[in-house]
Nanobody, 122 residues
Framework: QVPLMESGGGLVQPGGSLRLSCVAS????????MAWFRQAPEKEREFVAA????????YYADSVKGRFTISRAKAKYPVYLEMSSLKPEDTAAYYC???????????????WGQGTQVTVSS
């Protein structure tokens, strides 16, 4: 059973907005960090944003800083990724992940969702 489930992906025009959500199914995670990664065809999975268990600390890739916002209520689901001013290069499958290790790398996360597709195109 996949412990995490993403939703909210879709097709959007350049400059548009989307909100992704991630919930846990069948398992409770505590004192962890939750993150969003994305993977475009033929590219490696890359870090997008992360938020600590408390919700007090957030982290962003330079490519999305100022356009994307990760949020959650303290110690609660779901976790959101608000995406605005979307660009064609944001097109990718977006994955949420839970972990206790390094913020910026896939190796810092132990559990993953199956992904939701975001396509930015006119």
């Amino acid at each position: 059973q996949v412990p995490l489930m993403e939703s909210g992906g879709g097709l959007v025009q350049p400059g548009g907005s989307l909100r992704l959500s991630c919930v846990a199914s069948g398992r409770t995670f505590r004192n962890y960090r939750m993150a969003w990664f994305r993977q475009a065809p033929e590219k490696e999975r890359e870090f997008v944003a992360a938020i600590d268990w408390s919700g007090d600390n957030t982290y962003y890739a330079d490519s999305v800083k100022g356009r994307f916002t990760i949020s959650r209520a303290k110690a609660k689901y779901p976790v959101y990724l608000e995406m605005s001013s979307l660009k064609p290069e944001d097109t990718a499958a977006y994955y949420c992940a839970v972990g206790f290790g390094q913020v910026w790398t896939t190796s810092g996360y132990n559990y993953w969702g199956q992904g939701t597709q975001v396509t930015v195109s006119s």
